[in-house]
């Protein structure tokens, strides 16, 4: 069946950088468009970036600049670099086939001093 599983995340100061990871089984990943979502404590989950099977990328207002999805192939795994960290960034943050239900257990990222 399709599994997604992240990692990556963890605890860092604000303006610091974290590298998600999504690995994907189960499907032809590379035919896939990919997509990072996050949630943040009584907020509703929101669309981060996004990546398509040629590589282009969209990002929310929130992170353009800051944020940058890839993706490997060869690996199946689907990246987002995170720089210049921000408290408001703190959440957790889940993988997913984009427009499908397929979604892993995400990972949690806290920006604090």
């Known amino acids: 069946q399709v599994q997604l599983v992240e990692s990556g995340g963890g605890l860092v100061q604000p303006g610091g950088s974290l590298r998600l990871s999504c690995v994907v089984s189960?499907?032809?990943?590379?035919?896939?468009?990919m997509a990072w979502y996050r949630q943040a404590p009584g907020k509703q989950r929101e669309l981060v970036a996004t990546?398509?099977?040629?590589?282009?990328?969209n990002y929310a207002d929130s992170v353009k600049g800051r944020f940058t999805i890839s993706r490997e192939n060869a690996k199946n795994t689907v990246y987002l670099q995170m720089n210049s960290l921000k408290p408001e960034d703190t959440a957790v943050y889940y993988c997913?086939?984009?427009?499908?239900?397929?979604w892993g257990k995400g990972t949690l990222v806290t920006v604090s001093s």
């Open positions: 997913n086939i984009y427009n499908q239900n397929y």
């Open positions: 189960g499907t032809i990943f590379r035919l896939m468009k």
């Open positions: 990546i398509t099977t040629l590589s282009n990328t």
